[in-house]
């Protein structure tokens, strides 16, 4: 494990007080008869959401709860995790069973992910809360500040008519579909359509702006441009 | 706001360094011209999530990924949050808009839940981890315990099995759908039948046993024996 060890000191400025929770973070399930990383993951998860919740809270004063949940999805999705794990070299220092490692477990995504979300996970139970914050924000580095700065924090149905606008289209139709519920429970469903792109996406919500919202993200998607 | 922050110290035992955070937390966003409480709920929920994950991790040594999960969301879920604040008496202390305040706001679910995980946010602010920590715990009181002990960890497949055996009635038929993506990406789909029941639910997953599970889940849904 010293090799392990000495890695994570060298990237992270982290040393484990209790060695065996390393262990455990690096071993993916696939790995026969020892304790694998699937329960620190989950603990790493809630770890790493609560650090960048924290983070775009506080550099974002503005910033609405839709459009601070965005930006925390992008810092905390598996594409994300995966790169700054990449990034970090996590790959060979993971246990996994003969299967995976001759299949190339060493660089799947969804596996680096995990590992260091389990990582986050262990550190938060050796060293705290404000250990776990540490290693999450030297983990993380630039990327942290760089995506507040950057990221668009418009809402979706903003993002979608600039885009049209930019492209000299028409702007998308929005078209209550369905009303249901008692009042004050009420679910509301709301198309978007964008006729010159025969698209037609649909939203639901508690309100009518909320289902446009949605109905204008999964637009987004559909064309691309999220 | 003395009122609002004797009753916070008489029920959770907690006084506001910066009692400004208080009155933001209690405020709903029909309230006019002041700052609401989305923001500090965004933040709240992410604390409340950790908090929970921590609880349930420590209390549950061999409880795999799936049913931390599924034990945590039992306790973080909107129904609970709502008794929680119930409980508490957290509704005459809301300060509302006029409409919400004519139509019973104060007694509605959302609302409470809502307000209640902005409080967790503003105790975060306030005196950072240990005390929402704190705060959280005093909030759930002996409802946190409860729920890890009697908790069914048990999976679905195993639950629906049992709930069918007790019936005398026949195994559910698990049956491959489709398999779509290439090698080591790939996604399942899953269809559980209950022929006795007329009933057909089906399943998504990274693995065959990740989609049944997830089918065994919507039948215990559809069957109401969540």
């Not at 090799?3 to 000191?9: F, G, Q, T, V, Y």
């Not at 071993?27 to 699937?38: F, I, L, V």
């Not at 620190?40 to 959401?49: H, I, M, P, R």
């Not at 996406?201 to 441009?225: C, F, P, W």
Request: aromatic share 6%; hydrophobic share 40%.
């Amino acid at each position: 494990m010293d090799k392990a060890a000495a890695w994570l000191k060298q990237t992270l400025a982290y040393a484990f007080e209790n060695e065996q929770l390393l262990r455990q973070a690096l071993t993916h399930r696939s790995a026969p008869g020892q304790p694998n990383n699937e329960r620190l993951e989950f603990l790493g998860d809630a770890v790493l959401q609560l650090v960048v919740s924290e983070l775009v809270f506080e550099e974002t004063q503005n910033a609405s709860e839709g459009q601070l949940s965005r930006l925390r999805s992008t810092l905390v999705k598996d594409t994300t995790l995966a790169e700054v794990a990449a990034d970090l070299g996590i790959g060979e220092h993971l246990i996994l069973g003969t299967g995976e490692k001759k299949s190339g477990g060493h660089r799947r995504s969804s596996i680096l992910a995990d590992a260091l979300e389990a990582i986050f996970g262990a550190v938060y139970i050796d060293a705290g809360f404000a250990g776990a914050r540490e290693i999450i924000k030297t983990a993380y580095g630039e990327r942290l500040h760089e995506l507040s700065e950057t990221a668009d924090l418009r809402d979706p149905k903003s993002r979608l008519q600039e885009y049209l606008q930019g492209r000299k289209m028409a702007l998308p139709d929005y078209a209550m579909k369905n009303i249901s519920g008692k009042a004050h429970k009420q679910s509301f469903e709301v198309s978007c359509t964008i006729p010159e792109l025969d698209a037609v996406t649909t939203g639901k919500g508690s309100t009518r702006r909320d289902a446009e919202q949605e109905a204008a993200t999964a637009m987004l998607a559909r064309i691309g441009h999220e």
